[in-house]
């Protein structure tokens, strides 16, 4: 997949009005959101990339969830490693959907993270995603499905990227 301008900063924002905000609790959580960034590119799907955290921004996550949906967000996707409080902090504050990826700590190797973030209080959802680099892929496509759902084009690509795996499969499935 090419490398996108910006594609070392998480703090960079894609061309055009995003629509998806990728954030994370931390500059060191890049290294797994990066993964989420790369597949909203390869969709073509205009985003912001921040560093948001729970812990030592409240206020400044507090208004960034709360003003997501006034500055044209249509999804959110916060990951956030150990104590990982950011999507079910930033769900809290906003109506928009949020995607929780579980980055990998190292004491745990992110099912700390993971139990954070899949447990959140009836009312309050978070859709949760694998730990890891797997998380993040899989956090962009359900990003992309989710605006999908009323934009033609960009189901069309899902169908092709769906396509294009399958044959990959394909091809590669004689040992």
Same mark, same amino acid.
């Given at each position: 997949? /090419?490398?996108? /301008?910006g594609s070392e900063d998480p703090n960079h924002q894609s061309p055009g009005e995003p629509i998806v905000g990728v954030i994370m609790g931390s500059q060191s959580d890049w290294e797994t959101m990066r993964h989420a960034s790369e597949i909203l590119e390869q969709f073509g %799907? /205009?985003?912001? &990339?921040r560093v948001v955290s729970a812990h030592r921004t409240p206020e400044w996550m507090c208004e960034y969830a709360k003003t997501a949906e006034q500055r044209g967000l249509r999804v *959110? *996707? !916060?990951?956030a490693g150990g104590a990982a409080h950011l999507p079910g902090m930033v769900a809290s504050q906003t109506e928009l959907p949020v995607l929780g990826v579980p980055v990998q700590s190292r004491a745990l190797q992110g099912l700390d993270s993971l139990l954070s973030i899949v447990q959140m209080p009836g009312g309050i959802p %978070?859709?949760?995603? !694998?730990i890891g680099e797997a998380g993040a892929k899989n956090a962009g496509l359900l990003a992309v499905r989710i605006l999908a759902v009323q934009d033609a084009t960009l189901r069309e690509k899902l169908r092709q990227h &769906?396509?294009?795996q399958s044959q990959a499969v394909m091809e590669g499935s004689v040992l």
């Open positions: 997949m /090419p490398q996108n /301008p %799907v /205009p985003h912001e &990339r *959110i *996707i !916060a990951g %978070v859709a949760t995603l !694998a &769906r396509a294009a």
